[in-house]
């Protein structure tokens, strides 16, 4: 018999016990590729479940949830492929039973529920992600778990939704659900649930999200059953080590395409949420034979704000999905599940944005992981630079329209951009699944469920980065308050840093959220916490475009026109960044031969082919990487809720001799190299 920790009674693991049956006439592969085949649509009939019963417009609508099967491992043996957020297949749920189990077995009918990052070990990444586990028994013999998650309009804390950047800590951001019974031997434990509705503005909606896991759940164990009454306990302990093993192979296979060695690269968030002070992400990659170990030294210290990411320095698996992406392109084929973290390493110092400890606040942490995977992509464009693409949009922002009362609160729509260009392909425009896969919410149900009226919801023209092959085009969404409320706009991100191209690709053009634009009224906003709306009141966002691949004079005048045509891109910049000239709305090969020969305004390159911007250029001059590592160094060996503050203050006194706007504003040469050196004074005289 195996214990919930996947060992059997002598010791042995499930897997060793598992290869030990398949010595000695246990099942075959195609019996346990079929089982494992069951096991898939297991999952995807479970998401179906939850999404269905669901009574959110973000869960319903936008998919903003996941289901899977874990065997003993606590590792998912089957995950969906086309349903739900993709980004959380590697996550691991032994920790989080074993706080819940700690004086208490689990039983069938039982379900444990929670949403604390700190308190499931990183199960959850912020508080309005539920987590339900559910013990699946073959007899009275615990074989394996369901999992389900949902995104909850409300957990209480100080603003609706519960998420805004400005938090500073996660005792501001709601309701922490340590790891608990939520239901026990089949019925719901009354007080969890009173607890949980007195603690939520939205306590309908969650209540009908929650049963809504529970239906999956439920989904889940009937089908296990039938299975594990066909094989047994020890022939779906055998599946599981199957699927576990088979995708840890060929993720090693995939990897293994890749050229061996070390790469580093580094990005930047645009602010740390107090102020105007952008935030560092470094990773150094290293490829050795089909595993690699991402290092996040140098990455800034954690924040007095919600960018914050808690990982107990472990891989964690919304910080991988890079990696998934690039596994699955390799492998299209692949089957989902926890064994392709066996073939990712891990580093991240601690008391930084992707370690953060005590009790710093998590809710905006896709912020900072959208930008781990163009940071990411940076290093391993470098070992692969025919397979990876240039920078996506690098931003998620969830659009949220809060009634006044706070009666309802709604995503209008999750925001993205488009996904970077890659060597023989444009990027997807209006699409990017760096970290999830959401679905876009129909414009006809978020005018009758949502006080809004949209006026325009379409691809942003010209924000792609112009390239041989061009940047997935940005996203533009305005509508109309019908009534009194809020806007929140949690992930706003890339309006100071582009979205970086490669090989002589441009990078894409910079975010932008607008209020009553055009208006004498008009504000630009850069950090939302709360901002109030009126009726009346118009918002427009345009999300950022993403990086262009190759030279744009490379780039077919035929696909420059259907660009045009398609409304990607206008005829001006047809001309001015490909050099293609349109008369009537086809190519003048004449004007457009003489237009190439005379070039065109060109990015500058980095060495490893990185076009990262003006912006970026400018940042770079004024505070080095070489001296920012320094810093970084210096700032680790103080204590954790010092070390943000003092780098706030330091870049805030260099920043004070640099223009207004900086490093959107231009400063020249002599500027930034007193910049430059007054950076290093301070660096040198951190003790």
């Known amino acids: 018999m195996l214990s919930t920790d996947g060992t059997s009674a002598d010791g042995t693991s499930a897997a060793a016990t598992s290869a030990a049956g398949m010595n000695t006439g246990g099942m075959n592969t195609v019996e346990k590729d079929v089982a494992h085949t069951r096991l898939q649509a297991t999952v995807e009939e479970m ?3 939850l999404q269905r019963a669901s009574r959110s417009l973000y869960v319903r609508d936008a998919a903003d949830f996941a289901c899977a099967v874990a065997d003993l491992s606590g590792r998912f043996i089957a995950y969906p492929q086309h349903v739900g957020v993709s980004g959380f297949l590697g996550l691991d749920l032994r920790r989080t039973i074993e706080t819940a189990t700690a004086d208490e077995p ?11 990052p700190y308190l499931s070990h990183g199960l959850s990444t912020h508080l309005p992600d539920i987590h339900a586990i559910a013990p699946y028994f073959e007899g009275d013999e615990l074989i394996g778990y369901g999992w389900a998650f949902v995104h909850v309009s409300d957990v209480g804390g100080r603003v609706p939704s519960s998420v805004s950047v400005v938090n500073d800590s996660i005792f501001a951001e709601g309701l922490r659900i340590p790891p608990l019974r939520y239901v026990r031997a089949g019925a719901i434990v009354p007080e969890v649930e009173a607890i949980l509705a007195a603690n939520s503005r939205t306590a309908e909606a969650n209540r009908g999200d929650l049963h809504a896991m529970l239906a999956a759940l439920t989904t889940g164990r009937r089908r296990i059953a039938e299975l594990s009454g066909e094989l047994g306990s020890d022939g779906f302990a055998e599946v599981g080590a199957f699927a576990r093993a088979q995708s840890a192979a060929r993720a090693r296979a995939a990897l293994r395409t890749l050229q061996d060695g070390t790469y580093r690269f580094e990005d930047y968030l645009d602010n740390d949420g107090v102020g105007q002070t952008p935030l560092r992400i470094v990773v150094t990659a290293t490829v050795a034979d089909g595993h690699v170990h991402l290092d996040l030294t140098g990455t800034d210290p954690q924040v007095e704000a919600a960018l914050n990411m808690v990982t107990f320095g472990e891989a964690h698996s919304w910080v991988v999905t890079r990696l998934f992406a690039l596994i699955g392109t390799l492998d299209p084929t692949i089957p989902l599940g926890g064994g392709l973290m066996e073939a990712i390493g891990f580093q991240a110092p601690e008391g930084t944005l992707l370690n953060a400890v005590g009790s710093a606040a998590t809710g905006v942490r896709h912020a900072t992981t959208s930008r781990v995977n163009d940071v990411v992509s940076g290093a391993l464009i470098q070992a692969a630079p025919e397979v990876l693409p240039a920078a996506s949009s690098g931003l998620v922002v969830p659009v949220v329209f809060a009634a006044r009362d706070g009666s309802r609160i709604d995503v209008v729509q999750p925001m993205v951009g488009g996904t970077g ?7 997807a425009d209006g699409r990017d699944s760096g970290i999830s896969n959401l679905s876009n919410n129909s ?3 978020v005018e009758s469920d949502v006080s809004v009226r949209v006026l325009r919801y379409a691809t942003r023209p010209d924000s792609g980065g112009a390239g041989r092959w061009r940047g997935g085009s940005g996203l533009e969404l305005e509508f109309e308050a019908l009534a009194d409320g809020a806007l929140l706009a949690r992930g706003l991100e890339r309006l100071r840093f582009r979205p970086w191209g490669f090989a ?14 055009g208006t004498p009224r008009e504000e630009r906003l850069s950090i939302v916490d709360v901002h109030p709306l009126r009726a009346g009141d118009r918002v427009v966002l345009r999300t950022a475009g993403a990086g262009g691949y190759g030279d744009p004079l490379e780039r077919d005048p035929a696909a420059v026109r259907d660009d045009v045509e398609a409304g990607f891109i206008t005829a001006e910049h047809a001309r001015d960044a490909y050099g293609v000239v349109l008369v009537d709305g086809e190519v003048d090969e004449e004007a457009t ?7 065109v305004r060109a990015p500058a390159i980095r060495p490893e082919g990185h076009s990262l911007g003006a912006e970026r250029d400018r940042w770079d001059a004024a505070f080095p990487p070489a001296v920012t590592d320094l810093l970084q160094e210096r700032l680790q060996v103080l204590p ?12 805030a006194e260099v920043l004070a001799a640099l223009p207004d706007g900086f490093p959107v504003a231009d400063a020249d040469d002599a500027a930034l190299a007193r910049a430059a050196a007054r950076f290093r004074e301070l660096v040198d005289a951190v003790q």
Do not use: F, H, M, Y
Request: glycine share 14%; net charge positive; hydrophobic share 35%.
């Open 443 to 445: 414009v006809e149900i």
């Open 593 to 599: 031969g003489e237009r190439r020969s005379q070039g």
């Open 640 to 651: 954790a809720a010092v070390r943000s503050p003092r780098r706030r203050a330091l870049v």
């Open 504 to 517: 002589g690709g441009s990078p894409g053009a910079a975010t932008e959220l607008v209020v009553n634009e």
């Open 106 to 116: 689990l039983r069938p009918g039982d379900v444990l529920l929670t949403n604390d």
């Open 421 to 427: 260009a890659r060597k023989g392909s444009d990027g």
């Open 47 to 49: 998401c179906l479940t």
